[in-house]
């Protein structure tokens, strides 16, 4: 059974940072192409980072240079490092694994976070 645990999130004040986890099992962690999306009410889910199995690392343009994206393939558990946040950065964020080798696209369940400011 595969599962993503996202954890994390919270409120902050506007410029605070946070650093959201996900926790995985039940997938070749190693071998999935990480990422996290976020969603805000009413609006679409919107890529904001992703890292590959090799390391290498993308971002949605916006958000680089506040963002970082990591993954620690021993606990199997991708990171998502936010600095400098700002109310627009309101949104639920959700872990997302895809499985190079079968093309299997698995989700968590979101971790909210709220910045105010």
């Known amino acids: 059974q595969v599962q993503l645990v996202e954890s994390g999130g919270g409120l902050v004040q506007a410029g605070g940072s946070l650093k959201l986890s996900c926790a995985t099992s039940?997938?070749?962690?190693?071998?999935?192409?990480m990422a996290w999306y976020r969603q805000a009410p009413g609006k679409e889910r919107d890529l904001v980072a992703r890292?590959?199995?090799?390391?290498?690392?993308y971002y949605r343009d916006s958000l680089k240079g506040r963002f970082t994206i990591s993954r620690d393939n021993a606990k199997n558990t991708v990171y998502l490092q936010m600095n400098t946040l700002k109310p627009e950065d309101t949104a639920r964020y959700y872990c997302?694994?895809?499985?190079?080798?079968?093309?299997?696209?698995?989700w968590g369940q979101g971790t909210q976070v709220s910045v105010s400011s």
């Open positions: 997302n694994a895809y499985d190079t080798i079968t093309r299997s696209i698995y």
């Open positions: 039940g997938i070749i962690f190693s071998g999935n192409t």
């Open positions: 890292i590959f199995s090799a390391g290498n690392t």
